[in-house]
Nanobody, 126 residues
Framework: QVHLVESGGGLVQAGGSLRLSCAAS????????MEWYRQPPGKQRELVAG???????NYADSVKGRFTISRDNAKNTVDLQMNSLKPEDTAVYYC????????????????????WGQGTQVTVSS
């Protein structure tokens, strides 16, 4: 089984910063990409940022220039530095990974996990 554990959320005023961390553990052979998603209250989950094993990044337009994703390939961790936070950034943040791993007795190659960790709440007050 693969486990994802997110941390670092909290309550911050608009304009402030937070740094989120996610650690992947378990029967992982390789990770191609790691991603951060968020789910605002009453809305669908959306992709925030992603990073491949060679460091290529992509961001949602709404966070470009404010958020920075980084990862430690050796530790299977991914961070999200969030600056200039806005009230509309309020959401539960989740990480996910695409890679090769064992889960539920099955072998997955170059697949995203089809389940999520507990997430971490980010609340930005105006």
């Amino acid at each position: 089984q693969v486990h994802l554990v997110e941390s670092g959320g909290g309550l911050v005023q608009a304009g402030g910063s937070l740094r989120l961390s996610c650690a992947a553990s378990g029967s992982i052979f390789s990770i191609n990409a790691m991603e951060w998603y968020r789910q605002p209250p009453g809305k669908q989950r959306e992709l925030v940022a992603g990073i491949t094993s060679d460091g290529t990044t992509n961001y949602a337009d709404s966070v470009k220039g404010r958020f920075t994703i980084s990862r430690d390939n050796a530790k299977n961790t991914v961070d999200l530095q969030m600056n200039s936070l806005k009230p509309e950034d309020t959401a539960v943040y989740y990480c996910n990974m695409q890679g090769t791993y064992y889960s539920g007795g099955l072998y997955y190659r170059d697949q995203n996990l089809d389940y999520w960790g507990q997430g971490t709440q980010v609340t930005v007050s105006s």
